[in-house]
């Protein structure tokens, strides 16, 4: 055990000629001490050896998250569909800022909404009205299409992102786990009997969640027959023709999709769900009714993209981060009405 006595914030404070209070900002990283003035304390407290009590460091954040909410602790929950309330007709999207409004709440936050293509909107005019009104906390909601690029003052903000759907930059960012949700899914109907198992969906829809879906799906058929392996319907435009196209070629047992419309298609060649075809919806989410599937827990994402915001308010992080944190959230399979058991003959 080394006998070199602790250094305390006061003796760091004497030797950089400042008051102890701009010490403990610019160790926290504190917009409000001149960057300067913060790199010479950090340098200063490295040499020194200082090591801060990691107790005292967590009641400082459970102190700050249990202030009253104030105008300065607005986080802004920022959306970019072509419409201003177009995301909202995305149950997936509500149920993430349901969360996120909640979580927030208990932190000691309050959530407002900020719509970027407001027109004459720009991505500068929105940082400077969010800087104006002292926000610097930013919750960057999914956006229609994936591959989307922003250009905010990011230096200005913490920020984390919903999903995979923003391209540049790169945040923090939260979403469902969904290569464990397919297997999830996978394993349950494979329990269940089924063994030609399709999957089904628009091309965009594997894109949003960076190619997860098909990853899963691609890596679980892997440990199946060949006779039982059948190639995944991945069309940039998911019609009715196409996928009845697909499915009278290759015949599956089950489909597995993202899109809730399937079974009406279905419906109309005849086949009925789950008697003679088996449906696995894997964002219930979306679904209307009993539908077997995943629930992802878009609640808890949204929970968790304010903590992970908060973190990063409570520690005067800014900006775009140099190792970008993904944080995933397990789904949940629920059962439904649309997978059954499969009797099969022993061979």
Same mark, same amino acid.
């Given at each position: 055990?080394?006998?070199?006595? %602790?250094?305390?914030?006061?003796? *760091?404070?004497?030797?950089? +000629?400042? %008051?102890?209070? @701009?010490?403990s900002r610019a160790l926290?990283? !504190?917009?409000?001490?001149?960057? &300067? @003035?913060?790199?010479?304390?950090?340098?200063?407290?490295?040499?020194? +050896?200082?090591? &801060?009590?990691?107790?005292?460091?967590?009641?400082?954040?459970?102190?700050? %998250?249990?202030?009253?909410?104030?105008? %300065?602790?607005?986080?802004?929950?920022?959306?970019t569909h072509p419409e201003r309330e177009g995301w909202r007709r995305v149950p997936t999207f509500r149920k993430f800022h349901a969360g996120a409004v909640q979580r927030a709440a208990e932190l000691g936050f309050r959530v407002q909404e900020f719509w970027l293509r407001e027109p004459g909107m720009t991505d500068g005019r929105m940082s400077r009205i969010l800087h104006h009104r002292n926000i610097h906390g930013l919750l960057i909601a999914p956006t229609p299409e994936p591959g989307a690029?922003?250009?905010?003052?990011?230096?200005?903000?913490?920020?984390?992102?919903?999903?995979?759907?923003?391209?540049?930059? *790169?945040?923090?960012?939260v979403t469902n786990h969904q290569i464990h949700s397919i297997r999830t899914a996978l394993q349950k109907v494979r329990e269940r009997g089924y063994r030609r198992i399709g999957l089904a969906m628009q091309r965009s829809q594997n894109e949003r969640v960076d190619?997860?879906?098909?990853?899963?799906?691609?890596?679980?058929?892997?440990?199946?027959?060949?006779?039982?392996?059948?190639?995944?319907?991945? &069309? !940039?435009?998911?019609t009715r023709d196409v996928f009845s196209d697909w499915f009278e070629r290759h015949t599956p047992d089950i489909v597995m999709a993202g899109k809730h419309e399937i079974i009406d298609w279905l419906n109309d060649l005849g086949m009925s769900v789950p008697e003679d075809v088996g449906f696995v919806n894997l964002d219930k989410?979306? @679904?209307?009714?009993?539908?077997?599937? *995943?629930?992802?827990n878009c609640e808890t994402i949204g929970a968790a993209a304010v903590e992970l915001l908060a973190e990063q308010l409570y520690h005067n992080e800014?900006?775009?981060?140099? *190792?970008?944190?993904?944080?995933?959230?397990? +789904?949940?399979w629920v059962p439904g009405t649309t997978v059954r058991v499969v009797h099969r003959e022993p061979v």
């Open positions: 055990m080394s006998d070199r006595p %602790s250094i305390s914030m006061q003796t *760091i404070a004497d030797r950089a +000629g400042v %008051s102890r209070m @701009t010490v926290r990283n !504190d917009t409000r001490v001149a960057v &300067p @003035t913060r790199e010479k304390i950090r340098r200063l407290a490295d040499e020194l +050896g200082y090591k &801060p009590n990691p107790l005292v460091s967590a009641l400082m954040v459970r102190l700050r %998250s249990s202030r009253t909410p104030s105008r %300065s602790e607005t986080l802004a929950f920022l959306t690029c922003l250009d905010l003052d990011w230096n200005r903000f913490a920020s984390v992102s919903f999903g995979y759907t923003m391209r540049d930059p *790169i945040l923090h960012r190619h997860n879906w098909m990853a899963g799906f691609l890596t679980f058929q892997q440990f199946l027959s060949p006779q039982d392996r059948i190639p995944p319907l991945l &069309p !940039d435009t998911m989410e979306r @679904t209307e009714g009993g539908a077997s599937g *995943i629930d992802q800014r900006g775009v981060p140099a *190792i970008p944190k993904v944080l995933q959230i397990e +789904g949940r």
